[in-house]
């Protein structure tokens, strides 16, 4: 029989950079009862993002970051969507590069993850942010 659970993940943000949020989506697994299946994480914004991203060694989430600052600088003459400042329009540029939502198997009732994976929220904007991760699980029991 196929067993559907969803729940809503907070992440308070300290402002730019990757928060892993892994810990956190394998504890609303574990309390899903799902062995195997699948799990979608959807973020409900528009200036940050979901990655699956190394885990292992902070240089790589660093060096996506120094990346992505130069390939859409806050600086870009050409933005008009300023309103909120002139981080706004780089961080929808960035979240529209990058992805919403995540599909990660489930075996074994674990996240089939791959050994230096973990799951990312990227946040884009300067100031802090409390932002919303729909968690939803579907599988066996």
Do not use: Y
Not at 66 to 87: I, M, N, W
């Amino acid at each position: 029989m196929i067993h559907v659970a969803q729940s809503t993940l907070t992440v308070v943000t300290r402002g730019k950079g990757l928060r892993e949020i892994t810990v956190d989506i394998a504890r609303q697994l574990s309390d899903s009862g799902i062995k195997a299946g699948q799990a979608t994480v959807f973020c409900r914004h528009t200036s940050c993002s979901l990655v699956i991203m190394e885990n292992a060694d902070p240089s790589a989430r660093h060096d996506l970051e120094v990346f992505f600052e130069h390939l859409v600088p806050e600086s870009f003459p050409e933005f008009t969507h300023v309103l909120e400042g002139r981080d706004d329009m780089p961080s929808h540029i960035k979240m529209a590069l990058t992805r919403s939502s995540e599909t990660i198997p489930i075996s074994d009732g674990r996240l089939n993850l791959g050994t230096w994976q973990g799951i990312f929220l990227w946040e884009h904007r300067a100031r802090p942010h409390r932002r919303e991760i729909i968690v939803h699980f579907m599988g066996e029991d």
